[in-house]
């Protein structure tokens, strides 16, 4: 592959350098591109073929279903790590030893209490207020609470910043779902596993013990692991680029959080439940609703199947087909919703439209099965996205503040109206 590259315009050439990444994916360098040709830039909306940076955390080819933290593959993170080993190994770069894992552990332990204040926020938000913006609000409120973790730039105040977000954000997720529920708003038990705290902390009944339930923290440790990173997503992108104003970590998850809200990137194992849902209150027909995705006269898509970048299989759909299986059978549950579920993916698999154009179910349509299985509500889906993507924006946020990355400002092409002359009001 050639190291360089040429444009020819306007009578000149430029060369430009192509750097080439660990996994030999190839870039055109334009860094220089405007200041060389007297103001040309490139434009590419959506930014498909634009790279923002140069990044060490994740790597995926959707192609051939790979995906990677730090070069490890997520099947073998997802089968011998825990949920806090994968957020060690995002943030700093490594797999922890014992004592690097108990260390960041107990950090986190410290910091896991959440000022009393922040109650009064949350109470002022009426019960129907959806759980991302209640969410965004509380985290971006943490910061007034927490002045000293605003703007921090050396590597020991960013630790100080993380280890506070990795125990309250938990406390504010937990809460949020408690309070839709018109539950007390308790805080965690730090004599417990992380995401067994946060199953305790969401689910603990004022008047009941709580037990725990070996499967349940394995699923949702692996689902948390699943989602963790996805390199530069809409949400992590928009992290990076607010955290590149030097806003502070904060703020800049709290603006990762209101991007994963849109149906179009964390709200699709939400639609999954809903359109079960719908299928169910008309009278249970999946065969009606698979017509319905195949004809082209009709928009309605089967949602949960196919994605963007898995073109041939989604590598966390697999993991997580066995989890669902696993947590469905043994918790013995009857559930219509999940039986409907169930049917869809039996027929879509066996249905040559779908192998025909490779549409598997995604990750997304067993999370929402899960989910839906553990008790949590369809609004909370989205939040427990957010859960496990929160260690992959800290880690792509930090790495964007030790690369000493420029303040994120695209360019434009204009195309409204040439100067023209001001007309006062009573002459227009
Ligand atoms: N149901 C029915 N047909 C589908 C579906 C679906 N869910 N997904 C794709 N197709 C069809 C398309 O109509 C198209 O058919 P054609 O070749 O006859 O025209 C073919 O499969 C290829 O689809 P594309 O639209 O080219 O796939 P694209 O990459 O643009 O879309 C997407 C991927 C948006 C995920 C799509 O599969 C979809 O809408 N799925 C349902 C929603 C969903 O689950 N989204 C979350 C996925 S996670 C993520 O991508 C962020």
Redesign the pocket.
């Known amino acids: 592959m050639a190291d360089k590259a040429t444009l020819h315009y306007d009578g000149k050439t430029y060369e430009f350098p192509v750097i080439e990444g660990t996994e030999n994916e190839h870039a055109i360098d334009i860094k220089t591109l405007r200041a060389a040709s007297g103001g040309l830039i490139t434009i590419d909306p959506g930014y498909k073929n634009t790279g923002s940076c140069e990044s060490a955390i994740t790597f995926l080819d959707g192609e051939k279903g790979i995906l990677r933290y730090r070069g490890y593959s997520i099947e073998d993170l997802a089968e011998k790590a825990d949920f806090l080993e994968v957020c060690y190994l995002l943030i700093f770069g490594e797999l922890p030893n014992v004592e690097e894992l108990e260390k960041f552990h107990s950090d986190i332990k410290t910091e896991s209490h959440v000022d009393e204040e922040m109650k009064k926020i949350l109470d002022g938000f009426p019960k129907s207020a959806h759980p991302m913006g209640v969410l965004s609000s509380l985290t971006s409120a943490l910061i007034a609470f927490n002045p000293s973790s605003v703007n921090v730039s050396s590597e020991k105040d960013m630790y100080h910043a993380i280890v506070r977000i990795l125990a309250k954000f938990p406390v504010l997720v937990a809460w949020t779902l408690r309070k839709k529920k018109g539950l007390p708003l308790d805080y965690g038990d730090s004599s417990l596993g992380y995401v067994e705290n946060i199953h305790k902390m969401m689910f603990k009944k004022p008047n009941e013990e709580y037990k725990k339930n070996e499967l349940v923290i394995e699923a949702l440790d692996q689902l948390l692991i699943l989602h963790a990173d996805h390199e530069q997503?809409c949400s992590t992108s928009t992290v990076r680029i607010v955290g590149s104003s030097h806003a502070g970590l904060f703020a800049s998850l709290s603006a990762g959080i209101s991007a994963l809200w849109g149906p179009?990137?964390g709200g699709?194992n939400q639609?999954?439940l809903e359109m079960l849902q719908a299928i169910e209150d008309d009278d249970g027909d999946t065969k009606k609703y698979m017509a319905k995705?195949?004809d082209?006269e009709d928009p309605?898509?089967?949602?949960?199947?196919?994605?963007?970048?898995?073109?041939n299989f989604?590598p966390r759909a697999k993991i997580i087909k066995k989890a669902a299986d696993q947590v469905l059978g043994d918790l013995g549950i009857e559930d219509p919703i999940l039986d409907i579920a169930k049917g869809l993916e039996k027929e879509a698999l066996e249905d040559a439209?779908?192998v025909d154009?490779k549409?598997y179910p995604?990750?997304?349509?067993y999370s929402g099965i899960i989910y839906r299985a553990l008790g949590i509500p369809t609004e909370m889906f989205t939040v427990m996205f957010a859960l496990g993507r929160l260690p992959g924006w800290i880690a792509q946020w930090r790495e964007m503040r030790l690369n000493g990355e420029p303040i994120g400002r695209p360019r434009q092409i204009y195309i409204g109206e040439n100067s023209r002359p001001f007309v006062t009001l009573n002459e227009r």
């Open positions: 997503n179009l990137h699709a639609a999954v995705a195949k082209k309605f898509r089967l949602m949960g199947f196919g994605h963007r970048v898995y073109k989604d439209y779908f154009r549409l995604n990750v997304d349509f």
